[in-house]
């Protein structure tokens, strides 16, 4: 057992929780050449970490929707943790989801729930894992158990860096660029090298797992594994991106100010993962098929299906209020704009409801959300999104840039700004927020990282669309269509 492994639990926590452990065990975060001491203060993060604090005060706000009766303890565990068994638990489960998700709207995808489930689905199928070895069940299931009991927040990293695509991570020219594993010890295994991206540095632990498609070559091995470790591993480093928080007022940057996760490069600088956090070893076959297999592909979708449908109801809300505010509702190129955004919030609404009337048992007697509409609908929100942000652009136009800030608001030239700002139905004190709320979310940094998110979070959308294509049997629709043909080539025949 690790040291942490070993501390008396609490069950789900409250914000000031997380705060704490933040400020007790904070991991290496490198922001613009310096370290991060504390991640709960520092300009960088420190709003990033408030709204992820937040979630956290939520779950006692809504204990009912936001937690259920631990399996082994008996006290309020978060119930993104759950296993469901039937589906009015899975649909507890969505609930529960939702409510963290329509706190940002969905702006941060992110919030723990991601990761939760990901380690549930992994969890509830573990035995998948006990065929290599029944040790990494087992350590997969307590791992479980741990992070449930104390309400853990996991990041994650799956792809390796972006040097050279036309080879695999063994024939980079560095054999160490993609983080491989250096050595076994009786301790465990020793990583070293580099995993591309993971949003939400600011957590208590991280998962590295398989993502792309492991060769089944012995000089691939090395780079198959599945491990969780804290995130304040020494060895282990997160170098992040620029803020997207700017320190400005929230009336200025109402989404940056609130809402950055911040995501980070991470280096492994020969950090010890114990025996009892690798789940997954050298087994490139068990590598790729588990996420599917074992049900964390499709809880994760499930996720992503909730986040998208909160976020397409945030649009629909924006786009909405600009409209009103002035006055272009007439327009029938802005109602056909409006209409799209509303068929996408259904569609991803539909979506949603399908995966859920449709979820199955699967194998581990675990009540899972159909594949098929959750797949769909990963493959179709990258399109949607980008899309979305444009037809804010559109309907905003020149509002998304001009557009004062809370000093000229507040300035020598206020009276100005009072009555050159005024809309149809808002006066400059609403119009003015709305339309900040507009940039931030169309034309600001933190707006175009949203729609990279939405683009590649889940996977590079052309090889998601290939999977899409190789996984699903068509045979039934080209034989409805060769019938067709069949039937008209001998009606042709008998001359009809
Ligand atoms: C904002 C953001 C947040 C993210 N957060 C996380 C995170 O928390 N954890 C995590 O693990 N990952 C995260 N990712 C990474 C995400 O998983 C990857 O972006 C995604 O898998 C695509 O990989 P890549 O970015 O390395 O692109 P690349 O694989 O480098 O692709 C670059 C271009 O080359 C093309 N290309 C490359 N190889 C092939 C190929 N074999 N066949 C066809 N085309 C190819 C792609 O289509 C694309 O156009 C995040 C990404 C973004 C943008």
Redesign the pocket.
């Known amino acids: 057992m690790t040291t942490t492994d070993t501390k008396p639990t609490t069950g789900a926590r409250r914000g000031a929780d997380l705060l704490d452990r933040l400020q007790r065990e904070p991991p290496e975060l490198w922001h613009r050449g310096e370290r991060i001491a504390d991640p709960t203060t520092h300009p960088a993060t420190r709003r990033g970490v408030r709204s992820l604090a937040r979630l956290y005060d939520l779950q006692w706000e809504q204990p009912d929707v936001m937690l259920f009766d631990s399996p082994t303890t008996g006290s309020k565990v978060g119930r993104s943790f759950l296993i469901p068994r039937t589906l009015e638990e899975l649909v507890s489960v969505s609930r529960a989801m939702k409510t963290w998700a329509d706190a940002s709207f969905g702006l941060m995808g992110?919030s723990p729930d991601y990761i939760n489930r990901s380690m549930t689905g992994w969890a509830a199928g573990a035995s998948h894992l006990d065929q290599v070895d029944p040790r990494f069940g087992a350590n997969l299931r307590r791992y479980h158990e741990y992070i449930r009991e104390n309400d853990l927040c996991l990041?994650?990293?799956?792809?390796s860096p972006?040097s050279n695509?036309s080879v695999h991570a063994a024939r980079q020219a560095d054999p160490f660029l993609a983080a491989k594993v250096k050595e076994e010890t009786d301790a465990g295994i020793v990583l070293r090298g580099c995993?591309?991206?993971?949003?939400?540095p600011i957590s208590d632990e991280i998962m590295v797992f398989p993502?792309t498609f492991l060769r089944n070559d012995p000089e691939d091995q090395p780079y198959a594994y599945g491990i969780c470790i804290p995130s304040a591993t020494p060895g282990l480093r997160f170098l992040c991106r620029e803020t997207l928080d700017y320190g400005r007022p929230t009336h200025d940057h109402p989404l940056g100010s609130r809402f950055d996760e911040m995501?980070a490069v991470v280096i492994f600088d020969d950090v010890l993962v114990p025996w009892e956090r690798v789940f997954l070893y050298r087994d490139v076959p068990h590598c790729n098929e588990g996420y599917h297999k074992t049900g964390a592909l499709a809880n994760m979708a499930h996720q992503v299906v909730v986040k998208n449908l909160a976020k397409t109801e945030y649009l629909m809300g924006l786009a909405s209020l600009i409209v009103n505010a002035i006055a272009i509702e007439s327009f029938q190129h802005v109602q056909e704009k409006l209409a799209e955004i509303w068929i996408n919030m259904e569609t991803m609404r539909a979506f949603l409801k399908v995966a859920e009337v449709e979820a199955s048992l699967d194998e581990f007697g675990v009540m899972r959300p159909a594949w098929d509409p959750l797949d769909a609908a990963r493959n179709l929100y990258p399109r949607l999104y980008p899309r979305m942000i444009e037809i804010i652009q559109h309907l905003g136009a020149s509002g998304l840039v001009a557009m004062p800030t809370e000093a000229d608001v507040n300035g020598p030239l206020q009276d100005e700004v009072k009555r050159f700002f005024q809309a149809a139905r808002a006066d400059a004190h609403e119009r003015i927020p709305l339309f900040r709320l507009a940039w931030d979310t169309a034309l600001s940094s933190f707006g175009p990282?949203q729609v990279?998110?939405e683009?590649?979070?889940f996977?590079?959308p052309?090889?998601m669309a290939g999977n899409l294509v190789s996984s699903h049997d068509r045979t039934r629709y080209m034989d409805r269509v060769r019938d067709f043909l069949a039937a008209a080539r001998a009606e042709a025949l008998a001359g009809v």
């Open positions: 992110r990041t994650h990293t799956l792809s972006q695509r995993r591309m991206l993971a949003t939400l993502s995501d990282r990279l998110y683009r590649y979070f996977g590079d052309v090889r």
